[in-house]
């Protein structure tokens, strides 16, 4: 008789929910094991750059910083301009796509390996719960006893180390708005100084706070859209956290002496460890559900029950449902070889873009409303420009006329554009009079940096009939 398939029941209501709809708190077993492992080189990694790069700087600028309030935003210590918003919504459209299409071939690893939410809960917070309350099993006797001193000690250090911790994040975050430099020119001064930025630096440290001692997995599975698309996203053939319920089924506890060949039982002897472990509380025995952030600590769980009971690892396993139903090895269909590589042409298509990105940029018109003017040497006209400088250095401006015979004479003191600003002005553009062969002539404008030509402008000069 083939394994039953236990893919094939349903269930209409979240893991963390009981019969009446009220909250099932989840008590998850801390993990342990080669992924789990990995998980914490790449968590603690991402830790260290998030207090770190804001105190990376190039040529005296941050590494990174999102100024959102001031229009201000520098990448990799290159500003960006409202001027360079096409890049933005260029990067948002390939971002938007790759999420789709990474998370068809390669499913939620996002969500388990790299997602702040994930990252912060599992291995800052949980961990210091383990620290001062316990295992789940004592997490759970402290939680149903009355209040006494024991309890009320260990909670009140828990939420004030919670608060503490997410009051340091929020700075953290504020770093990449404001700079660091300004963030510790605001820690040193008075609060009286800076009431409403702490009083929204408190707030949002609530908020914080509320997530990971209230909320907690309750926001990947109800609140991130990104969890709720995953349900559209994924197929048959989407590389998921997956149990191997041929090998698996049917289970049954294991009992001294046994033949579980003989008599008909599956490698998975019912333990329920990979449930224990599970940090949203689901049983992954029962397929792909929405609750699953692929964290892999069933993966390790199970790996450790079966090396003990002597049986092959992967019972759990990252595979697709496809390739366990058809008891194939993992492949890579050509759809997933195709998705990858328009994946790799799209970060090829932003990176050109951003390489591309022209440091100081012109723009010039013609004076409205004005006509020509006879001039000493010939006929002019009036433009009016504005440089963009991106640069965190001043630079040289100054024009030529490319395809004509002319001089540019600029009105004002010596054009230079200040670093990280936006230099206007006007300027005549004068051609001579044998230049003049119509009342309509096409001009191009050379701007130059210094020496270097950044941009060709073609203008229109009006002339006498």
Known sequence: MAPKNPYTGYRDQLATLNETGKRRWVYAQKPKGKLYNYRNIVSYTLLFLLFAIPFVKLNGEPFLMLN???????????????????????????????????????????????????????????????????????????????????????????????YAICFLITNAFLSYIIGIDQLLKIMKAPISEHSVGFTVAVLFSGVMFFVFTKLREQVCSMICPYGRLQGVLLDSNSIVVAYDYKRGEERAPLEAGEDR????????????????????????????????????????????????IGKPKGLIRFDSEKNIAEGKKQKWPARKIAYTIVLCILLGIVAALFASRSDLEAVILRTPGLMYQPQEGGISNMYSFKIVNKTVAEVPIHFKIMNHEGVIKVIGEELKAKASSIKEGVFFAILPQKEITSDNIPITIGVYADKRLIEEVKLTFVGPN
């Open 261 to 308: 060949v003989k008599d008909g039982k599956g490698d998975c002897i019912d333990c329920y460890q990979c449930v224990d472990v599970c940090p949203t509380g689901i049983d992954v025995r029962d397929g792909t559900q929405l609750e699953c952030i692929n964290c892999t600590a069933c993966i390790d769980e199970c790996n450790s029950v079966m090396e003990w």
């Open 68 to 162: 959102i309030l001031e229009r201000k935003f520098i990448l990799f210590g290159v500003h960006f301009w409202p001027q360079d918003f096409h890049l933005f919504l260029y990067s948002m459209i390939t971002l938007f796509v790759f999420v789709v299409l990474f998370t068809v071939s390669y499913g939620r690893i996002w969500c388990g390996w790299t997602c702040p939410q994930t990252v912060f809960l599992e291995f800052i917070f949980r961990k210091i719960e383990y620290l001062i309350e316990g295992n789940p099993s004592q997490q759970r006797k402290l939680d149903s006893q009355p209040m006494n001193f024991t309890k009320f000690w260990k909670k009140s250090l828990k939420i004030i180390l919670f």
